[in-house]
């Protein structure tokens, strides 16, 4: 297991006098942060890589990278072991794979293509002050978050203003359990992984707490859609794909991308930068899974662009990733080495077509960095760092989470999930396995605002549903530019008869979705809508991951993981059905007590 540290925060001499203590009755600020009631902005970050070894490898026959042997069969001679074997390094008679999470199950590790990391940003300001950390990982469970943040509590830091965000890649170690070898019952969770990813995310958040400097902050939003090469032709743009809108291939009806691009840039006094905070919304799986390297896919291009451009050292935090949001599969501009547009002879865009490689991550990382850069256009002073959450218990009643429960693949021990009559519906309803806690939180940065989930959110619970007719009336929708798998066949079925079905008479129910198309039954509104601030910005997987987070209204209780599930593939994802509803009485609970 490797923890190597890659940009250690910087700690100025001067600053010593500020961590230690300046009144005997007063003790010093926890882990050695900089808090002054002085009106002055401070921030320390720092960034480690945390790439597994991969110690055993095996042999792809089949060249379709996934392990298509057995567990126990180093040879691969055995029946039903399809002649690949593996590297029994350490003699233990199994094979120690580095599985990677996303995609297909039995997908092990042969190589790194680029590192994962974890890093962390702590920002202070009149005594306020928010550690974030990002990590280049699927989504860490609520246990793992709890360790940190009790471990990090121990020290003196107030718990609840500590924010731990996945990048979701699909590239990275599996954190989960769900991406080892299901045929066996094995987890995707690699021991010396895991056995260090928190003591990593608190060694990280000590060099960025001790390297604290002052920063002038400046920061903005942009959207992908925006720029005309990013949409199709029926969203008013020139990208040859029809689908397109603001470079993204949302793969579930109807097309309402989370396109926003946020990005905060420090600066040194002198002026140089410091630190970035970026975030966008998108699967981190545009290198697609024909391959077995470890990769943080183009959240590490993004940052990479940025660092190279300015300096400083980037984080990356993920925004709405459901529904399914993600630029794999996109039609994008193609960019040259350097991050300029190729254009044909006549000065025309030229075309990156199915964006499912590594060129493809390369592409939208720098795409999203360049459109972060562009937002940078607010230097307004900050007058808050405020941190509020609200907290909840999610219900466990989706078959996939409760086998990964009950087989021990999931990473979450049973300890961790509540049993008792504290979980609403316990002991007495026979789908519910238990519930697990999480909460939203709402990061005050300036100007900004972070709203976040402990999942996947659809785009359309963040920024509320386009007004537009073919939302309300489906004998529309086979011929509108969002809903590109609508049939006629259901154009007069009611959803409410196809919520636990596949087939209402000739209407295939598994690609109908609700009418209205609505995000709830009760007329609440969309999480942006209830935000303060002027950038309000999705803050994906946060201190928890449940899966998919589907609008409840729009969710199939049929499908599962035994099931086709047509266009409700999220919904084999999902904790429960109830996810969004929970979320957004949270979100109102928090607001009104504004």
């Excluded at 300015?310 to 991050?339: E, F, H, K, R, W």
């Excluded at 129910?509 to 303060?532: F, N, V, W």
């Amino acid at each position: 297991m490797n923890a190597k540290p890659i940009l250690l925060a910087l700690v100025l001499p001067l600053a010593a006098a500020c961590h230690g203590k300046t009144d005997d009755s007063v003790a010093p600020p926890p882990l050695g942060m900089i808090l002054k009631n002085d009106n002055q902005l401070y921030a320390g970050v720092a960034k480690m890589e945390i790439t597994p070894d991969i110690i055993e490898t095996y042999t792809d026959t089949n060249g379709n990278n996934q392990f298509d042997g057995c567990n126990t069969d180093p040879s691969g001679s055995r029946d039903g072991c399809n002649n690949e074997g593996y590297d029994d390094v350490n003699g233990n008679g199994h094979f120690d794979g580095v599985w990677m999470a996303g995609y297909q199950s039995h997908r092990a590790a042969m190589g790194v293509h680029d590192p994962i990391t974890t890093g962390a940003l702590v920002l202070s300001l009149n005594n306020d002050y928010v550690i974030i950390v990002g990590i280049d990982v699927l989504g860490l469970l609520e246990n793992r978050t709890r360790d940190v943040r009790d471990a990090l509590e121990a020290e003196g830091v107030d718990r609840d203003h500590i924010i731990i965000s996945s990048s979701h890649a699909h590239s990275a170690p599996d954190v989960v359990g769900l991406w080892g070898l299901d045929t066996e019952d094995i987890t995707g969770t690699y021991p010396p992984f895991m056995d260090a990813i928190e003591g990593n995310i608190e060694d990280v958040v000590h060099l960025a707490a001790e390297g604290m400097v002052p920063v002038t902050p400046t920061e903005g939003l942009v959207h992908m859609s925006d720029d005309p090469t990013m949409n199709g032709v029926p969203f008013g743009g020139v990208n040859p794909n029809p689908k397109m809108l603001g470079g993204i291939n949302d793969i579930r009806d109807p097309i309402i991308p989370a396109d926003g691009v946020w990005e905060l840039a420090l600066n040194n006094a002198d002026g140089t930068r410091y630190a970035s905070l970026l975030s966008s919304s998108g699967h981190p799986e545009v290198s697609g899974s024909d391959h077995s390297l470890l990769s943080a896919d183009f959240v590490g291009y993004a940052r990479d662009y940025i660092d190279t451009k300015n300096g400083g050292t980037t984080l990356y935090v993920s925004g709405a990733l459901g529904g399914m949001q993600s630029a794999s599969g996109s039609t994008l501009p193609a960019i040259d080495d350097a991050g300029a547009r190729v254009l044909d002879a006549d000065g025309n865009p030229t075309w990156l077509v199915d964006a499912d490689s590594w060129e493809g991550a390369r592409t939208w990382g720098t795409l999203v960095a360049q459109a972060g850069e562009s937002a940078l256009t607010d230097s307004t002073p900050w007058d808050a760092i405020k941190v509020r959450n609200e907290q909840f218990l999610i219900p466990v009643n989706n078959i996939s989470f409760k086998i990964a429960f009950e087989t021990g693949m999931l990473d979450t021990p049973n300890e961790y999930v509540i049993r008792d009559s504290s979980c609403p519906g316990y002991g007495t309803d026979n789908s519910l396995f238990g519930c697990v806690p999480a909460a939203i939180w709402e990061v005050t940065l300036g100007p900004s605002v972070l709203g976040s989930a402990p999942g996947e959110l659809m785009p359309e619970l963040f920024y509320g549903v386009p007004d537009e007719p073919a939302m309300q009336d489906a004998s529309l929708r086979p011929t509108d530019k969002r809903w590109v798998q609508a049939s006629d066949a259901c154009a007069t079925t009611d959803y409410a008869d196809c919520v636990d079905t596949y087939q209402v008479g000739d209407c295939d129910c598994l690609y109908h979705h609700a009418t209205p198309y609505r995000i709830s039954d009760d007329g609440t509104g969309s999480i942006e809508s209830m935000l303060p601030g002027t950038y309000k910005v999705p803050l994906g997987i946060t201190n928890a991951y449940c899966g998919y987070i589907v609008p409840e209204p729009d969710f199939n209780t049929y499908v599962s993981v035994f099931t086709d599930n047509g266009d409700h593939y999220e919904e084999t994802n999902s904790c429960s059905k109830d996810f969004a509803t929970i979320i957004q009485d949270a979100w109102m609970t928090l607001e009104s007590t504004n």
